[in-house]
């Protein structure tokens, strides 16, 4: 009876672990999905701030006009705040899918 009690948890341990392996590898896509779409973006800000050391690139140009309310709705350094929460959230659910990553190649030894 403990052999089969044993071996049902194990499987549910199992079944929970792949879950969790799941939700991280969605965290990651969309963190990095997030990141991908916010980097443009922030670096506009950063060029609407004054904060750059190296001359504007051409396309700013032709994308600030198009993200219109995107990029207007507050002073320069509060876009900078808001979208930097947002790149700072994409950061970190990048990172909490590298955490099943890590400890899968832990687990593996590399010979």
């Given amino acids: 009876m403990t052999s089969v009690r044993a071996r049902e948890t194990a499987v549910c341990l199992g079944m929970w672990s792949e879950h969790?392996?799941?939700?991280?590898?969605?965290a990651a896509i969309v963190g990095g999905t997030l990141g991908v779409?916010?980097?443009s973006i922030m670096v506009i800000v950063k060029?609407?701030?004054?904060?750059?050391?190296?001359?504007?690139?051409?396309?700013?140009?032709?994308?600030?006009?198009?993200?219109?309310?995107?990029?207007?709705?507050?002073?320069?350094?509060?876009?900078?705040?808001?979208?930097?929460g947002f790149y700072t959230a994409a950061l970190v659910l990048m990172l909490v899918g590298l955490l099943p990553l890590a400890a899968q190649l832990k687990d593996h030894r590399w010979a």
């Fill in 20 to 26: 969790r392996t799941r939700l991280a590898g969605v």
């Fill in 37 to 39: 779409l916010l980097a």
């Fill in 47 to 84: 060029y609407m701030t004054c904060w750059s050391v190296i001359p504007e690139p051409a396309w700013i140009a032709t994308v600030q006009p198009a993200l219109g309310s995107l990029l207007t709705f507050t002073s320069p350094v509060g876009l900078w705040v808001v979208y930097g």
